[in-house]
Nanobody, 120 residues
Framework: VQLQASGGGLVQPGGSLRLSCAAS????????MAWYRQAPGKQRELVAG???????NYADSVKGRFTISRDNTKNTVYLQMNSLKPEDAAVYYC???????????????WGQGTLVTVSS
């Protein structure tokens, strides 16, 4: 099983980006999917999460600007980021709790990270 994140890049303040993260492999089911971010010199923090049923939660710093969604038919989670600020710049990581075919229990998987730079 692996998570492949994409969509990062350079954007001006006030701009938008859409991140995607697709899970692939021997997947039986996927539970909560989430996006985290880590800026230089800071700890990794939760940005947004979404359950398999579609319930969402957001960090206070991104509420009203970011939207997390998922397509269960594609095993993909998205993060629409609007009104980006310089302080949103970070490496963004996707995360998923996955029930793997042939293994007991659920396992925590991370994507490789995608860099978001917000600068004029």
């Amino acid at each position: 099983v692996q998570l492949q994140a994409s969509g990062g890049g350079l954007v001006q303040p006030g701009g938008s980006l859409r991140l995607s993260c697709a899970a692939s492999g021997s997947i039986f089911s996927i539970g909560t999917m989430a996006w985290y971010r880590q800026a230089p010199g800071k700890q990794r923090e939760l940005v947004a999460g979404i359950t398999s049923g579609g319930s969402t939660n957001y960090a206070d710093s991104v509420k009203g600007r970011f939207t997390i969604s998922r397509d269960n038919t594609k095993n993909t989670v998205y993060l629409q980021m609007n009104s980006l600020k310089p302080e949103d710049a970070a490496v963004y990581y996707c995360n998923a709790i996955i029930d793997v075919v042939g293994l007991r229990g659920e396992y925590n998987y991370w994507g490789q990270g995608t860099l978001v730079t917000v600068s004029s």
